[in-house]
């Protein structure tokens, strides 16, 4: 093995390969009130008929201008739709529906306390909260067009009101996942130079009210250390009128959101009709080194790709109850529980809390409860709930008819109790394989037109062209079993315009592995490269197997190893850290820890909770690792390079491989003992 290699590991490489599985069709039932049941579409958005397929999507919306081009490549890979069109995402997912919709739930939202009534928040209400909102917005916090605003929220509704409100201003929102820590929200903060963080006192998780607004002040410090004033702090209450939170309010910076709000009461503001190519908000992701991307969303290509997505993949009608349980505060949340559905004037729940609890039956409960009939969920997600309760389903009386799956690969044990169990056999499954950066579904079966195939993900959906490369760029063909670098041939709607700040990495993260030519603007020339192992079958379906860069995808949650590196590294005590991939039957994958020590410290049981405690702070309790193994020596390469693939064949107990040519190849079989025990 090369240096390089036994340098590297990543997700892909851990990967279970399942069998090829039978085919699955949807029933008349569905096919007869599907969106989408003409199969030319695939005809229609055929590369020969790129990019002009996608004015399709686009028709979807309501603009104030129509668009003259529909894909500007001249700033290549920043590839920009319907330029020359004007829009507003707030007037699309709001206004727009009021003379028909008016009085029809937007948002359904249940609060995790059973015993705390549901709220049904109509598409007025949501017009007059955004509303009065945005001029709060503008005339307290001083916010205009362009300027970033950071929102560190859980699942309340105000977290879509507040973004709502920004997009009718043109304020670029960048809500980070409300699980993060306050270290993670304030480097967010610093990137995006926000001057404005919007938070909530406090939230609930598993029965505890927790304490969001001590986040807030970690943040404001962490970003100020960063060079990044936070002028306004503005604290949602979660119930209004009543703190529930320890952490004082700073005065001067600090304000309670429904007093202010208080002086906005009956204002109305006009949407400001935006570019199609303007920025509508960030969304944090992890990479292969320490610092979060930004990926930055475009308003009008966004808002067409997720609407076309929600109703063609996702099936939405006005008159379903469609329940993502996402978090808001992940990309899903963003395109599948707000943009896409509102724009298409849906009713969207929202649950607050966590899917189990009180107890294993709580998210049938809710769905019978809403009469919900299109559920979305992760594989890890599904995994939980039928360890919790494998017979749970059957005693509630909802009937899906389509459900989605995200974010991980599910392996076809999962997929048929999805099936048999939450679906009753009854509900068409759409497997969706994407990512942050690409703002709606890449692969994935129209419903009601192609079969489903468990523990794959399917062909590209219309418009998207998948391609697999082997490591020089040629193609591999399908049926022949082999892996190699999903990338996708062309651009579409969806695609984030740059990573904010670093362009530079934006370019060499995704475009330029195999880009036949930096110069170019011909967009043939720049095929995406996603990251991520995947093999075609014959049928044309693709198989996702995972990263194949230093990211850990835990439990739908994306990780880079660095980051979790250089948060063990924040200990005194730590001299080098690793960490990799172990495969985990609930979470698909969660992170293992090797630490080594400085000379003269020794290995304890609080040093390893310190860690975890490290881990905690500045990321947050879903980066918490299965084990902290504090090791003698890293295995290390004649360079000195630290031996991830290795240190991950010990964690998952596969072939080790060669190691003689290592620095040190007897640390190999100590650690290994440390880890498996002896044996
Ligand atoms: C990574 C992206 C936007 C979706 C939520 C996660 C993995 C995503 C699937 C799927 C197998 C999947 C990939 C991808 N992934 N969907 N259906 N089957 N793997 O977004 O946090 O940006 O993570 O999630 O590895 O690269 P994300």
Known sequence: MSEKELEQVSEAEIAVHWQEEEVLYPSAQFIAQANMTDADIYERFSLENFPQCFKEYADLLSW???????????????????????????????????????????ILYVPEPEHEPHLALTYQELYVRVNELAVLLRDFAGLKAGDRVTLHMPMVPELPITMLACARLGI??????????????????ADSGSRVLITIDGYYRSGKLLDHKENADIAVKVAEEQGQTVEKVLV???????????????????????????DYVGKRIDPLPMRAEDPLFIMYTSGTTGKPKGCLHSTGGYLAYVTGTSKYVQDIHPEDVYWCMADIGWITGHSYIVYGPLALAATSVMYEGVPTYPDAGRAWRIAERLDVNIFHTAPTTIRMLRKAGPDEPQKYSYQFKHMTTVGEPIEPAVWRWYYDVVGKGRAVIVDTWWQTENGGFLCSTLPALKPMKPGSAGPGVPGIHPVIYDEDGNEIDPGIGKAGNICIRNPWPGAFQTIWGDRERFISTYYEKYCKDKKSTDWRDWPYFAGDAAVQAED???????????????????????????????????????????????????PDIYVSLKPGYEPSRELQGKIVEAIEVSIGKIARPKHVYIVPDMPKTRSGKI??????????????????TLANAEVVEEVRRMVQGDG
């Not at 995972?546 to 850990?552: A, F, T």
């Open 64 to 106: 104030y201008q129509y668009w003259q081009t529909t894909l500007d490549t001249s700033d290549a890979p920043s590839w920009k739709w319907f330029v020359g069109g004007k829009i507003n995402a707030c007037y699309n997912c709001v206004d727009r529906h009021l003379p028909k919709y008016k009085n029809k739930a937007a």
């Open 172 to 189: 670029i929102h960048s809500e980070v996942y409300g699980g993060f820590s306050g270290t993670a929200c304030g480097e967010r903060i």
């Open 236 to 262: 949602w209450r979660r119930y209004p009128g009543k703190y529930v939170s320890d952490t004082p309010m700073l005065e001067g910076r600090d304000h309670f959101m429904d007093v202010v709000l208080g």
């Open 540 to 590: 044309g379906y693709f198989r996702i197997l995972g990263r194949v860069d230093d990211v850990i995808n835990v439990a739908g949650h994306r990780l880079g190893t660095k980051e979790l590196e250089s948060a063990c590294l924040t200990v005194l005590e730590v001299a080098e850290a690793s960490v990799v991939p172990l495969a985990d039957e609930l979470k698909g994958r969660v």
């Open 643 to 660: 031996m991830r693939r290795v240190l991950a064949a010990i964690s998952n107990r596969s072939d080790i491989g060669d190691v003689t």
